[in-house]
């Protein structure tokens, strides 16, 4: 027989995962604040958050950096014999800046995110990462974004849509405590009653100093979103593919807003050119039950937008090696 408990603590955990993605409230005693807002003890959230956390449901409760403000990324692909794919794969997955690590259909088969503290940083690792694995490799960083899912934070160079060049801000300079503050956040709030002090501590300031540096880099866009972060387990079955296409780079935004515009599709980026081993600038990712309806909803859209003229390529993704949260630090 059911207790009354249960039904209670799936309320509570669903409230959790749902509502507190973007909402947490940036304050001494948030867990305390959670607990007002849904009605119960203190005590009962900080449980259920770590049972969500034991769980695998959710990977920690912190900050998601928007790209271009803070730190550098950039995605990358290498073409590794097939036969060493599996060992290339764990050659790369072994740097920490590795975020998002898929095998393709494709000459250009292992593709991933790359994630630094800066563009020399970057540079710098992508060099690491071609000296180990040995394989060519090409690294398209991205220049617009027209649809992404915010909350997913292993695709460390995707953003909430990105304005206009005219409107965009540049990026953040770290002092010292900015640099210490964006470590201790990547590790995510302790599940403690003063959980903001504890990383004050850390890293060398006082807890009001931590909270107004957070709230401010929230507010300016810094941090896309702070709250909750949700594991998203991508479907066991069906398709899922990545179209990329060379447009004339005067058209690029508008096409690059009709395909975001299309329910099919699910992320839509402007991308630099890897010249001349590269020549694709606009990327689309197409997901369906079976790979046929995939490719039945490309050449659809193509046709109905007017693009099949363009040249383009069609990704299908085939294994994925690793899907972490990001590192910028």
Request: glycine residues 6%; proline residues 6%.
């Amino acid at each position: 027989m059911a207790t009354l408990e249960n039904p209670i603590e799936h309320a509570l955990d669903y409230r959790l995962l749902n509502d507190f993605q973007q909402s947490f409230p940036i304050c001494p005693a948030p867990f305390a604040e959670l607990a007002e807002r849904l009605g119960v003890g203190e005590g009962a959230v900080l449980r259920m958050l770590e049972q969500l956390r034991r769980e695998g449901r959710i990977s920690r409760i912190g900050a998601i950096f928007a790209p271009k403000r803070i730190g550098a990324s950039t995605l990358a692909a290498m073409a590794v014999p097939p036969e060493k794919l599996d060992d290339v794969a764990r050659t790369v997955n072994r740097f920490p800046e590795v975020a998002h690590n898929y095998e393709r259909d494709h000459h250009y088969n292992l593709w991933f995110v790359v994630t630094a503290g800066s563009e020399g940083r970057l540079q710098a690792v992508l060099g690491a990462i071609g000296q180990a694995a040995g394989c060519p490799m090409v690294a398209m960083p991205m220049l617009r974004e027209f649809r992404s899912d915010t909350r997913d934070e292993s695709r460390a160079d995707a953003s909430p849509s990105v304005p206009p060049e005219s409107n965009r801000k540049k990026m953040t300079t770290l002092d010292e405590i900015g640099r210490r503050l964006l470590v201790a956040l990547q590790e995510g709030l302790p599940l403690f009653i003063r959980p903001f002090s504890i990383l004050a501590a850390r890293v060398g300031c006082e807890e009001g100093e931590l909270l107004e540096r957070i709230s401010r880099w929230r507010s300016e866009g810094v941090i896309k979103c702070f709250g909750v972060v949700v594991r998203r387990e991508e479907p066991d079955q069906g398709a899922s593919a990545m179209l990329v296409q060379d447009v004339p780079d005067e058209l690029a935004e508008r096409i690059g807003g009709l395909l975001a515009s299309e329910p099919g599709v699910a992320l839509c980026y402007l991308r630099a050119r890897a010249l001349p081993d590269w020549p694709y600038n606009l990327y689309c990712i197409v997901r369906a039950p079976l790979r046929e309806e995939v490719e039945a909803k490309i050449d659809e859209l193509r046709r109905r937008l007017d693009i099949a003229r363009y040249a383009s390529e069609l990704l299908f993704s085939l294994t994925r090696f690793k899907r972490d949260g990001v590192q910028y630090a």
